[in-house]
Every structure is written in C-alpha cells, then in structure tokens.
C-alpha cells in the first residue's frame, strides 16, 4: 500500500491493574513527578505521525482530566475487557470521520518508556501491511512449562511412616518441560492496526465470544498476517511493584539522553 494513512493515536486506561495491587488504578501512579498515564501521552507524542490522543477511561474515571498531557486529548468510554474498551475506542475515531484504510496506534497506559525510534518504526511497517504490526521483543530467558502438584506429607503411626498426599489450596509447581523459545516473542505496545480492519476483528471477537489478551489476537483467531517489529527492551510494562523501581531509572536515564542531544 503506497498511500499515506492518517494515524490516530488511542491509549486504553480503563482498567485498575489488579496485580499491581494499589488503591488507585495504576495508570495514575506516579514516577518521577508525572503519572504513568502522563508518561505513556508524551512517550506518542514524541512521534511526528502523532498530533491528539483518545484516551479511553472507565466511567466513574474522576482523574484523567484534571492532569494536563503533552498532546490535545479526546475522551471516549471503556468497557468491562480491554477488547470492549479498544472497540469503544475505534468507534469513536470512526465517527469523528477516519477512514477505514487509516492507522490506529495502541498503546498501554503502563508502558510509560516506549522509546520514539521504536513507535516511529512499527508505525512505518505498518504502513506497507495490509492488516498491522506490533512490537515484541524475542524471548531471552529459558522458558519452563510446569505442572501442579499435590503436598505429601508424612507422619508416624506406630513406627510406620505413612504417607498422605493432600490436595494445597496453593499447590506447588514443578518442572514440567523447557520451551523452545526460538520463534518466541514477548508482545509491547503500541500496535498498530488498519481501523477498519480491527473494526472487523473486534465484532467477530464480540460475536464469537472469544477471550483475547490484546489486539492482535483477535487477528490471530482469524489467521490474518501481523507484522511483528523488534523492540527496545526498555519498553517494560509496569505489572508488579517492583517494576516501578526500574522504569523510574529507564525514565531517567531517557530524560538525560534527551537533554544531551537537545544541548
């Protein structure tokens, strides 16, 4: 496709992050003086594709429009899954007049460090697929396949050790098998999707009454090719407490390189 698309930008924050374990929804936690919600609007707009933001926020969201952001925002409403809230979302861009052959850019309110060569870069290869591209990092670590497993425990009757197993509300895991990781991807955002074309994917999502766990699953579940972009390791998504520790220090030192180069 040799046509320039026009690129809009959405960021789903309408849910609460339940593993990060706060009182308030993570996307408003704060790191180095900003929300991560702020964090995530300025990361897109360091783009030159990108010039407004649609944030998707729960209902009874009372906080994202009291911050001020790095680009004009636009509001529309989440739903109870994140697909509900990205088709919600899509909706909204249709209506405001976007083409269905136009560029929708997804992106994590808790992925506050995407760094800009790398929304630059899946935005481009986006632009020559038919459907969209994503970027994921390839899996490093070794990765293991486990199993559950009953607790034995032992006692004496009499002098007879007896053995009984007990099913643990908690059961431990062990080894089941190594994965192969050679074709092992760990998916990011943003994805990047042709608007039309995730409007399909999205109602056949909702009519079919599939689970997915991001947008480009719902691709997958209709065998529909998606571009994958290899991206920075910085870009890390803040899930458990102790990410915040690093993404204050990958947000910092992102800060510096900037200014250096700005100097």
């Given at each position: 496709?040799?046509?320039?698309?026009?690129?809009?930008?959405?960021?789903?924050?309408a849910?609460?992050?339940?593993?990060?374990?706060?009182?308030?929804?993570?996307?408003?936690?704060?790191?180095?003086?900003?929300?991560?919600?702020?964090?995530?609007?300025?990361?897109?707009?360091?783009?030159?594709?990108?010039?407004?933001?649609?944030?998707?926020?729960?209902?009874?969201?009372?906080?994202?429009?009291?911050?001020?952001?790095?680009?004009?925002?636009?509001?529309?409403?989440?739903?109870?899954?994140?697909?509900?809230?990205?088709?919600?979302?899509?909706?909204?861009?249709?209506?405001?007049?976007?083409?269905?052959?136009?560029?929708?850019?997804?992106?994590?309110a808790?992925?506050?460090?995407?760094?800009?060569?790398d929304?630059?870069?899946?935005?481009?290869?986006?632009?020559?697929?038919?459907?969209?591209?994503?970027?994921?990092?390839?899996?490093?670590?070794?990765?293991?396949?486990?199993y559950?497993?009953?607790?034995?425990?032992?006692?004496?009757?009499?002098?007879?050790?007896?053995?009984?197993l007990?099913?643990?509300?908690?059961?431990?895991?062990?080894?089941?098998?190594?994965?192969?990781?050679?074709?092992?991807?760990?998916?990011?955002?943003?994805?990047?999707?042709?608007?039309?074309?995730?409007?399909?994917v999205?109602?056949?999502?909702?009519?079919?009454?599939?689970?997915?766990?991001?947008?480009?699953?719902?691709f997958?579940?209709?065998?529909?090719?998606?571009?994958?972009?290899?991206?920075?390791?910085?870009?890390?998504?803040?899930?458990?407490?102790?990410?915040?520790?690093?993404?204050?220090?990958?947000?910092?030192?992102?800060?510096?390189?900037?200014?250096?180069?700005?100097?």
């Open positions: 496709m040799n046509i320039t698309p026009n690129v809009h930008a959405m960021i789903v924050a849910g609460r992050g339940s593993r990060f374990g706060a009182s308030i929804a993570k996307q408003y936690t704060m790191l180095q003086g900003q929300t991560l919600l702020q964090h995530s609007v300025a990361r897109l707009a360091s783009s030159a594709y990108i010039d407004t933001c649609l944030l998707v926020v729960a209902a009874d969201d009372s906080t994202a429009q009291t911050l001020d952001f790095a680009l004009p925002i636009h509001y529309a409403m989440g739903g109870a899954e994140r697909w509900q809230s990205v088709q919600a979302g899509v909706k909204a861009i249709i209506e405001a007049g976007a083409d269905d052959s136009d560029l929708v850019v997804i992106h994590d808790a992925r506050p460090a995407v760094p800009s060569h929304i630059e870069q899946v935005i481009e290869a986006a632009m020559l697929e038919p459907y969209g591209a994503i970027l994921a990092t390839p899996v490093a670590d070794t990765l293991k396949e486990s559950p497993q009953s607790t034995a425990q032992s006692e004496l009757v009499g002098e007879t050790p007896v053995v009984n007990t099913v643990s509300s908690s059961p431990h895991s062990y080894v089941k098998c190594t994965i192969d990781r050679r074709h092992m991807w760990q998916a990011q955002t943003p994805q990047v999707f042709r608007l039309g074309q995730l409007q399909k999205l109602i056949y999502v909702a009519e079919h009454k599939l689970t997915i766990t991001d947008e480009a699953s719902a997958e579940c209709l065998d529909l090719p998606i571009r994958i972009v290899t991206g920075s390791r910085q870009n890390i998504k803040l899930t458990y407490p102790d990410d915040a520790i690093l993404l204050a220090a990958i947000i910092n030192a992102q800060f510096c390189s900037e200014q250096t180069k700005n100097n």
